[in-house]
T-cell receptor, first 116, second 114 residues
C-alpha cells in the first residue's frame, strides 16, 4: 500500500542531543513537508520541499535542519539549538502538478519527541 | 502572510443534530481552503477542499463546507452528527500564488454525545 512512514513513533532525547526523525513515502509525490503540532497551537510549518535537492524554511525553522537527497525521503534533524523540542512531529507529502491535486496532503502517523 | 482562525476550541453536539465548525481566514488574493480531521495519536486525514467554482463543497463522510468570500469564512458542516465524528478538526489555507504550503488553524475538538 502507498503511504508515508515516519519513524520512530516515540523518541526520547536528553538535552543537548541532536535527533533525526525519518520520513519515507512511496506515493511518488514531489513535495514533502514537516509540521510541528503542539496542544492549542495547531500545526506549524517547519520546512518544506517541492523537489529533490531543494527545500524552504517554514514559519518555525530555527533549531531544525532537513535534507532532500531522494524523492522518497525527507529526514528532519532536531538540533540542540531548538529550545523547546518536545512536540508531535508530522510529515506529509503531496503532488505539485495541477490545481486539483496540489496540496491535498497525505500525512504520516507522526513521531512524538520528548526531551528529558 | 496567510492565517487561519478557528474561534472555538471545542464544539459539543448531540448525536443526530447538525454540527458546524467555524473557520475564518486571511490571505492575499484568492484562497485554496481545506479541512482535515485528526484522530488521537494519528496523522491528519483530508476531508474536503475549495479551489474554485461552487461555494458549497461536499467531502468525505457526509461533511460539507461553504466558502463565503465576503466573510472570509469556510465553515464545516454536517446535517446529522455521529459519535464517530468526534475528533480534532483543522482548517487550512493556501494562497493561489506565493508559498506552496498550507497554513493551519489551531484546531477545534468536536465532541458528539450519544
Amino acid at each position: 500500500d502507498g503511504g508515508i512512514t515516519q519513524s520512530p513513533k516515540y523518541l526520547f532525547r536528553k538535552e543537548g542531543q541532536n535527533v533525526t526523525l525519518s520520513c519515507e513515502q512511496n506515493l511518488n509525490h514531489d513535495a514533502m513537508y514537516w509540521y510541528r503540532q503542539d496542544p492549542g497551537q495547531g500545526l506549524r510549518l517547519i520546512y518544506y520541499s517541492q523537489i529533490v535537492n531543494d527545500f524552504q524554511k517554514g514559519d518555525i525553522a530555527e533549531g531544525y535542519s532537513v535534507s532532500r537527497e531522494k524523492k522518497e525521503s525527507f529526514p528532519l534533524t532536531v538540533t540542540s539549538a531548538q529550545k523547546n523540542p518536545t512536540a508531535f512531529y508530522l510529515c506529509a507529502s503531496s503532488t505539485t502538478g495541477g490545481v486539483s491535486g496540489a496540496n491535498v496532503l497525505t500525512f504520516g502517523a507522526g513521531s512524538r519527541l520528548t526531551v528529558l | 502572510a496567510q492565517s487561519v482562525a478557528q474561534p472555538e476550541d471545542q464544539v459539543n453536539v448531540a448525536e443526530g443534530n447538525p454540527l458546524t465548525v467555524k473557520c475564518t481566514y486571511s490571505v492575499s488574493g484568492n484562497p485554496y481552503l481545506f479541512w482535515y480531521v485528526q484522530y488521537p495519536n494519528r496523522g491528519l486525514q483530508f476531508l474536503l477542499k475549495y479551489i474554485t467554482g461552487d461555494n458549497l463543497v461536499k467531502g468525505s463522510y457526509g461533511f460539507e463546507a461553504e466558502f463565503n468570500k465576503s466573510q472570509t469564512s469556510f465553515h464545516l458542516k454536517k446535517p446529522s452528527a455521529l459519535v464517530s465524528d468526534s475528533a480534532l478538526y483543522f482548517c487550512a489555507v493556501r494562497p493561489t500564488g506565493g508559498r506552496r504550503a498550507l497554513t493551519f488553524g489551531s484546531g477545534t475538538r468536536l465532541q458528539v454525545q450519544p
